[in-house]
C-alpha cells in the first residue's frame, strides 16, 4: 500500500507528510534550546560570582555567524535547483553548504582546543589568574604539567573493591621510573570457608599485581556476601523474638531494642583494605582534581590513602594571560571594605613584582579613562559622573593589556596579528617584548584551579552544554544534506519531487540550526 501525501501536499493543510513532522520535531527542538536560554539568564542573574563578560574571542563567532546565514542561503539555492531541474546547480549549492558546515565545525574545534589548553586558579583571596602552565617532562620522557601535587610516597592503602585502576597503573609506571618497588606491607591471611582456620592468600613483601588485587577482590565479595546473609538472619530473628515479647508496639519504639548477634565463627573474613609500601620512597606525581593533599597521608578520590610528605606542589604559569580582581573586590564590597585596598593587599600584588608593575600601569589608564568619560559624558543632575569604568575595566586585565603595556601603548590598542584573534596570544613574541610571563603560586594559596571547561565555573558549564549540543546539529544536519547530495542522484532520477521535498525538509532544520546561533553568539560572546 502506497503512503498518502509524501509528494502531493495534503487537501486541508497544503502540507506534505514530512513538513508536518519536521515543524512538531522543530517545535520539540524550540522547547529544549528555550529551556537552555531560560536557564542561562536565570543563573546569570543568579551568580555569586562576577559573571564572565566578553571573555570568548568575538571574530570567529562572528565569522561563524556569517557563515551559518551563508548556508542558510546555499541550502534554499539548492532546494530551488532541483525544483526547476537543475541538477548540476544543485551540487554545487549543496557543496557550498556542507563546506561552510564544515568551516563553521573547525573554527569551533579551534576554540575549543584553545579552552582546553587554558588554564585558571582562584587564590584564597578571591584573585583568579589565566595563563598557561609550564611543562616538563618526567624521567620516562612524559610531559607533565607543572600542575601536579608532589608527594614522596612511602606506601598507602586502597580498596580492592573501589579502586581506580588508571591511577594505580600511573603510580606503578612511575615507582618503576625511579626503581623503586611495591609490595605487601602484611600477608593477606583469610578464612574463607566456615569451620576452617585462616590461611595465607599472599606473603607480606608479595609484588603488587592485578592479580593479587583480583583474589583480594573476590575473598572480599564471596565473605560480604556470606556474612551479609548471616547479619540478615540474625536481624530477622531478633526482630521475631522482640515482636514476641513485646506484642502491639510500633517498630520505631522497638528499634532501639534490637541488636543481632552473629557467632563470630561463622563469618568469613573481610578484606576492606590493602596496606602496601614502597621502598625506597619514592616521588609521585598526581593530578590536583585526583587527590585531597594532606601533609603526612593524601587521599584520592578512590578513597586510596597515600602515605608520605607533601613535597612543594607550586604551580608555576609559563604565561599569565589575565588577572581578575573582579571577584576578590566583589567580596571585599560585601564585607563592607574599600576593594581597592583589598586588591592593594592581595597575595599576588605583594609576592610578584610584574603583577605589581601591571597593576599601578592599569590604575594609570583607567584614570585616564575616567578623565575621557567625564569629558565625552560630563556629570549627571546629581553632580556624579554620567559615565563610569565597567567592574571589567576596573579590576580586570587581559593579555592584551600586558602587550599595550609593554608595547609603550594605551590600554585597549595593543600591536597584535589577526591569527591572535582565533588562538589567543603569540607567546615567542610576548617573551620577547617581557609581556608578563612566569608567575609562580605556592599550593597553600590555590583556592581551585582547572581548565577552562565546565568544571572552572557555571558559565563555561552552560557555553559548552549549548554549543556542543548546537555543534551535534550542525552534524546530524550536514550529514543529512551530504547524503542527499552523493547518494541522491537516483532518487533524482526516479522520483525528483520527492528529493525536493526531502531537501527542503533537511533546509528547514539547517534554518533552525542557524536561527539557534544567532541566539547563542549575543549571549556569549558579545553580552
Known amino acids: 500500500m502506497e503512503i498518502p501525501y509524501i509528494v502531493t501536499p495534503r487537501k486541508d493543510t497544503g502540507l506534505f507528510n514530512s513538513k508536518i513532522a519536521i515543524w512538531l520535531f522543530l517545535a520539540s527542538e524550540v522547547m529544549l534550546f528555550g529551556g537552555f536560554f531560560s536557564a542561562y539568564v536565570y543563573l546569570r542573574l543568579g551568580a555569586d560570582y562576577p559573571w564572565p563578560e566578553r571573555t570568548l574571542p568575538v571574530i570567529p563567532g562572528l565569522i561563524n555567524t556569517f557563515v551559518l546565514i551563508a548556508s542558510s542561503v546555499t541550502v534554499v539555492f539548492a532546494w530551488a535547483s532541483l525544483k526547476l531541474g537543475q541538477w548540476g546547480r544543485f551540487k554545487i549549492f549543496m557543496s557550498c553548504t556542507l563546506l561552510c558546515a564544515l568551516t563553521f565545525l573547525v573554527l569551533k574545534g579551534v576554540e575549543y582546543n584553545v579552552k582546553f589548553h587554558h588554564q585558571a586558579v582562584r587564590l584564597n583571596d578571591y584573585t583568579v589568574i589565566e595563563g598557561h602552565l609550564g611543562v616538563t617532562k618526567d624521567e620516562s620522557g612524559k610531559d607533565i604539567e607543572e600542575n601536579q601535587i608532589l608527594v614522596e610516597t612511602s606506601g598507602f592503602k586502597l580498596d580492592p573493591l573501589r579502586y581506580y585502576k588508571p591511577w594505580l597503573e600511573d603510580m606503578l609506571a612511575q615507582a618503576a621510573a625511579q626503581h623503586a618497588r611495591i609490595t605487601l606491607a602484611e600477608p593477606l591471611a583469610a578464612v574463607t570457608e566456615v569451620g576452617k582456620p585462616e590461611h595465607e592468600i599472599a606473603p607480606a613483601g608479595a609484588e603488587l599485581n592485578f592479580d593479587l588485587l583480583a583474589k583480594a577482590r573476590e575473598v572480599h565479595l564471596a565473605a560480604k556476601a556470606h556474612n551479609a546473609e548471616l547479619r540478615t538472619d540474625a536481624l530477622k530473628d531478633a526482630w ?37 609500601k614502597v621502598e625506597p620512597a619514592v616521588e609521585i606525581h598526581f593530578s590536583p582534581r585526583d587527590i585531597t593533599p594532606g601533609e603526612t597521608q593524601s587521599r584520592l578520590r578512590d578513597d586510596t590513602v597515600v602515605l608520605g610528605k607533601l613535597l612543594d606542589s607550586p604551580m608555576k604559569f609559563h604565561y599569565v594571560d589575565a588577572i581578575d580582581f573582579r571577584h576578590l573586590a566583589m567580596k571585599a564590597e560585601e564585607r563592607g571594605v574599600d576593594p581597592m585596598i583589598a586588591i592593594e593587599k592581595s597575595w599576588l600584588l605583594t609576592h610578584s613584582k610584574e603583577a605589581r608593575e601591571a597593576w599601578e600601569w592599569h590604575k594609570a589608564e583607567i584614570a585616564k579613562l575616567r578623565a575621557k568619560l567625564l569629558a565625552d559624558y560630563g556629570l549627571d543632575k546629581q553632580g556624579n559622573p554620567e559615565r563610569e569604568p565597567t567592574k571589567t575595566e576596573l579590576y580586570r586585565i587581559g593579555w592584551k593589556d600586558f602587550v599595550a603595556k609593554a608595547q ?20 615567542p613574541k610576548r617573551a620577547e617584548i617581557k609581556a608578563f610571563s612566569e608567575l609562580e603560586i605556592p599550593r597553600d594559596q590555590v583556592r581551585f584551579a582547572a581548565k577552562f571547561s565546565p568544571a572552572w565555573n557555571t558559565y563555561y558549564a552552560i557555553y559548552f552544554t549549548m554549543t ?3 555543534g551535534l546539529h550542525v552534524i546530524g544536519g550536514a550529514l543529512v544534506l551530504a547524503y542527499y547530495l552523493f547518494f541522491g542522484r537516483k532518487m533524482y532520477e526516479t522520483h525528483p519531487e520527492w528529493l525536493a521535498n526531502r531537501v527542503e525538509i533537511g533546509g528547514l532544520f539547517w534554518h533552525f540550526v542557524d536561527l539557534v546561533w544567532i541566539f547563542l553568539f549575543p549571549i556569549l560572546y558579545l553580552m
Request: hydrophobic share 35%; no cysteine.
Open 240 to 276: 521475631r523474638k522482640i515482636h514476641a515479647e513485646n506484642p502491639g508496639v510500633k517498630d520505631y519504639d522497638l528499634a532501639k531494642d534490637v541488636n543481632p548477634t552473629v557467632d563470630p565463627a561463622l563469618l568469613l573474613s573481610e578484606v576492606p583494605s590493602l596496606s602496601f
Open 408 to 427: 609603550g601603548r594605551p590600554m585597549g590598542s595593543p600591536d597584535i596579528i589577526f591569527s591572535e584573534e582565533f588562538t589567543g596570544p603569540n607567546y
Open 468 to 470: 556542543g549540543l548546537h
